[in-house]
């Protein structure tokens, strides 16, 4: 009876250890996403609009659910302007704060660009009283008239 009971109480731990490394053998996998395809990131550096006097140049240090680059204006008639911004890219657009400094003042304002052909293009639309938010971010315009195309980085 001793030994029965001895074999019976070895057969449930061993059979709580197998139920638990079944277990522990899924939480490290990764979730499938819903679609079953995860897009292409765009690649990380420098993308650049440069004619005449223009430049629009942007920099990316990490782009996905949370992106950040270094933004650079330099519009012909227009004060420049550099500064950071972060934000989040989902669907081939990257909406962002973006603080940067001009006239020796720092200002944000909130910036989308759509990453389509290769290229960044910055939306624009309809901003509200202060000028620095968008009033529908979902229906802005992308003419693309001032695309900003990969280039190499400057040091």
Known sequence: MIKLSW???????LGACNSQNKRDNTAGMDPVPSSGFQAEL??????????????IRLEFF???????????????????NHGMLK????????KAEYTFMSEGRESIREVV???????WMAGYGQLNEDGNRFINSDS????GDM???KVECEL
């Open 87 to 94: 934000g989040k890219f989902e669907n081939d657009l990257l």
């Open 62 to 80: 990490a782009i996905g659910q949370e992106s950040t680059a270094e933004l650079h204006y330099e519009l012909s008639g227009k004060d420049a």
């Open 140 to 143: 802005l315009n992308f003419s």
């Open 113 to 119: 660009f759509l990453y389509k052909n290769e290229q």
């Open 7 to 13: 074999i019976l109480s070895l057969l449930l731990v």
């Open 147 to 149: 695309p900003l195309r």
């Open 42 to 55: 765009p690649p990380l550096g420098c993308y650049e609009y440069r004619e005449g006097e223009n430049l």
